[in-house]
């Protein structure tokens, strides 16, 4: 495949070998280059031979000299140099199947690429990796794969997943075990159809993958009201979500362990339980499917809290929430009242996706302007970055936040929800601002 080049970066390897934009990658060392996969490995090396595809058709063989892991300074049409993978499978619980109808065609999207997880930690099935590919993942030593497991036992997951090629997981994770090449797994749990006995016989499976398993997440189904046409699963209910919970700590227990397998902040706080402590998290390897985010957050928080400067006199703002973490986001900023700032914090009941949906990241600007329209009286009003698309200013059902702000006739400002630190910094810029 004949890579575009959209740019060199200046004085590197590439720019001095007299590499131009506009040019075509067209083999390294002989070998085609089909992603940035092979790229990044091709490039290690401290002498390679190039062949370049010059605008006027001709090809070009080119030696470059450079520091070993020196990058090369090439630049292309996309970060994965080739289209990003569509998910093949057609999940019972898949959110994006869950989703409105009407919104940013963007929000529709189903990625399911491996090479996403390696880069940026998303969690793919493999059932669309071909077995030619999945030896490429062994031959370029892909480590860590982040895979959605659900369950190990095949014909539950293919039931699940819907897909013919969701059966062999239990295989390929085995392949990677005997490989060397770790992986996370997350579990999806749906009540009735992989909790209980399927749930432990995962769990057991797992951890025979150890370490090259490094740790599991346990995270409960999301249902949003529109569901339409869709398979029927039994929604999460505080019994189930103890159940879970119990079964996690009876499989630790038998194992002697502390980690390795976790239950999201989700979970424990549907089954209204506290949260596990700071230290139980382990190294947070599996914050973003939710495990130990609160307690992160509460712990970086208070660490720079010290470094707050306290005001003269008392600043009242206000910020919103996802319903079941409100209690513990109001229990922490009340910790600001040393120094002069009050932060109301609101939930937002979620008539959008359906009210069984209660995290922050799926809470939309409507919802927000319908419950707290005109009835704000702080003198801005704070809300985490996960409401809003990633370097962007819009939430999920369109609106932008300059919007909301227009209509709510007050300040909004985005604010660090995976950080305490940065939400500290956020909170100390945004007072010297109302000064």
């Given at each position: 495949?004949?890579?575009?080049?959209t740019s060199v970066?200046?004085n590197?390897p590439a720019a001095?070998?007299?590499i131009?934009?506009?040019c075509?990658?067209?083999?390294?060392d002989g070998?085609e280059v089909?992603?940035?996969?092979?790229?990044?490995?091709?490039?290690?090396?401290e002498k390679?031979e190039?062949?370049?595809?010059?605008?006027d058709?001709k090809?070009k063989?080119i030696?470059?000299k450079?520091?070993?892991?020196?990058?090369l300074?090439l630049?292309?049409?996309?970060?994965?140099?080739?289209p990003v993978?569509?998910?093949?499978?057609?999940?019972?619980?898949?959110?994006i199947d869950q989703?409105?109808?009407?919104?940013?065609?963007?929000?529709?999207?189903k990625?399911?690429?491996?090479?996403?997880?390696?880069?940026?930690?998303n969690?793919?099935?493999?059932?669309?990796v071909s077995e030619?590919?999945?030896?490429?993942i062994?031959?370029?030593?892909?480590s860590?794969l982040?895979?959605?497991?659900h369950?190990?036992d095949?014909?539950?997951?293919k039931s699940m997943?819907?897909?013919?090629?969701?059966e062999?997981?239990?295989?390929?994770?085995?392949r990677?075990?005997?490989?060397?090449?770790?992986f996370?797994?997350?579990?999806?749990?749906?009540?009735d159809?992989?909790?209980g006995?399927?749930?432990?016989?995962?769990?057991d499976?797992?951890y025979?993958?150890r370490p090259e398993?490094?740790?599991?997440?346990?995270?409960p189904?999301?249902?949003?009201?529109?569901r339409?046409?869709?398979?029927?699963?039994t929604?999460?209910?505080?019994a189930?979500?103890?159940?879970?919970?119990s079964?996690?700590?009876?499989?630790?227990?038998?194992?002697g362990i502390?980690?390795?397998v976790y239950a999201?902040d989700?979970?424990?706080l549907?089954?209204?339980r506290e949260?596990?402590s700071?230290?139980?998290?382990?190294?947070f390897?599996?914050?973003?499917n939710?495990?130990g985010?609160?307690?992160?957050?509460?712990?970086?928080?208070l660490?720079?809290?010290?470094e707050l400067?306290k005001?003269?006199?008392?600043i009242e703002?206000?910020?919103?929430?996802?319903?079941s973490?409100q209690?513990l986001?109001?229990?922490l900023?009340d910790?600001?009242?040393p120094y002069?700032?009050?932060?109301?914090?609101?939930?937002?009941?979620?008539?959008?996706f359906g009210?069984?949906?209660?995290?922050s990241?799926?809470?939309?600007?409507?919802?927000?302007?319908?419950?707290y329209?005109?009835?704000?009286?702080g003198?801005?009003?704070?809300?985490p970055?996960?409401?809003?698309?990633?370097?962007?200013?819009?939430?999920?059902d369109g609106m932008r936040m300059e919007?909301?702000?227009?209509k709510?006739n007050l300040?909004?400002?985005?604010?660090?929800?995976d950080?305490g630190?940065?939400?500290?910094?956020?909170l100390?810029?945004?007072?010297?601002?109302?000064?």
């Open positions: 495949m004949k890579q575009r080049i970066d200046r590197s001095k070998a007299g131009r934009e506009g075509t990658l067209d083999s390294i070998i089909r992603d940035v996969i092979d790229y990044e490995h091709l490039t290690v090396k390679l190039i062949e370049i595809g010059m605008p058709g090809a063989l030696t470059v450079k520091e070993l892991y020196e990058p300074g630049n292309f049409e996309s970060s994965l140099m080739s993978r569509q998910c093949a499978n057609h999940c019972i619980f898949c959110f989703m409105p109808h009407g919104n940013r065609k963007t929000l529709y999207f990625d399911d690429d491996w090479r996403l997880s390696l880069i940026m930690g969690y793919v099935t493999l059932t669309n030619k590919e999945f030896e490429r062994i031959e370029r030593r892909i860590p982040y895979i959605s497991v369950a190990t095949g014909e539950i997951r997943m819907r897909s013919k090629n969701a062999d997981i239990l295989e390929r994770l085995t990677l075990h005997a490989e060397g090449l770790s996370h797994c997350q579990i999806v749990l749906c009540p159809i992989n909790d006995e399927v749930l432990r016989k995962t769990l499976d797992l025979a993958l398993c490094a740790s599991v997440a346990v995270v189904v999301g249902l949003t009201c529109h339409e046409g869709l398979t029927k699963i929604p999460m209910t505080k189930k979500a103890e159940e879970a919970i079964l996690i700590e009876r499989f630790r227990a038998s194992h502390k980690g390795f999201s989700e979970m424990y549907e089954a209204e949260l596990p700071y230290e139980a998290c382990g190294d390897e599996q914050i973003e939710g495990v985010l609160y307690r992160k957050f509460e712990h970086d928080f660490e720079a809290l010290s400067p005001q003269g006199e008392m703002l206000d910020s919103v929430s996802g319903v973490i209690p986001m109001q229990k900023f910790k600001l009242l002069n700032v009050r932060i109301k914090t609101h939930p937002v009941f979620n008539d959008f009210r069984s949906i209660t995290v990241g799926l809470v939309t600007a409507r919802d927000i302007l319908s419950q329209g005109g009835k704000l009286t003198r801005a009003l704070l809300l970055h996960t409401m809003l698309r990633e370097h962007d200013t819009v939430f999920l919007e909301l702000e227009e709510l300040p909004v400002r985005s604010m660090a929800a950080d630190y940065d939400f500290i910094n956020d100390s810029e945004l007072l010297e601002e109302l000064k």
